[in-house]
């Protein structure tokens, strides 16, 4: 079983940037795809970003392309989301996701950390 640990959330302007990271354990972390999820008060869990276990490949959701940036170090078992431009309705909590195999497909992650709270001000 995979333990996925958040961190980097905060209270950011619009505008600004915050780096998110996630640490992994537990198993074989550079064999899987590894992704970012978010859930703003009130709504449903909405995929953000994925990578592909070599990085080679990524997949965005459209309200954040151009903007995030998804990127990992399997040296250190971490995975990493740049978000730049910020907006408010990009407040919410972050949670990083880990899939059983190499993929990009929303769909396909099922194990999740606690998540961190990201907060955008206007």
């Known amino acids: 079983q995979v333990q996925l640990v958040e961190s980097g959330g905060g209270l950011v302007q619009a505008g600004g940037s915050l780096r998110l990271s996630c640490a992994a354990s537990?198993?074989?972390?550079?064999?899987?795809?590894m992704g970012w999820f978010r859930q703003a008060p009130g709504k449903e869990r909405e995929f953000v970003a994925a990578?592909?276990?070599?990085?080679?490949?990524?997949n965005y959701a459209v309200s954040v392309k151009g903007r995030f940036s998804i990127s990992r170090d399997n040296t250190k078992n971490t995975v990493y989301l740049q978000m730049n431009s910020m907006k408010p309705e990009d407040t919410a909590v972050y949670y990083c996701?880990?899939?059983?195999?190499?993929?990009?497909?929303?769909?396909?992650?099922?194990?999740w950390g606690q998540g961190t709270q990201v907060t955008v001000s206007s």
């Open positions: 996701a880990a899939a059983g195999i190499d993929t990009i497909t929303p769909s396909n992650f099922g194990s």
């Open positions: 537990g198993r074989t972390f550079r064999y899987y795809g």
């Open positions: 990578i592909s276990s070599s990085g080679g490949r990524t």
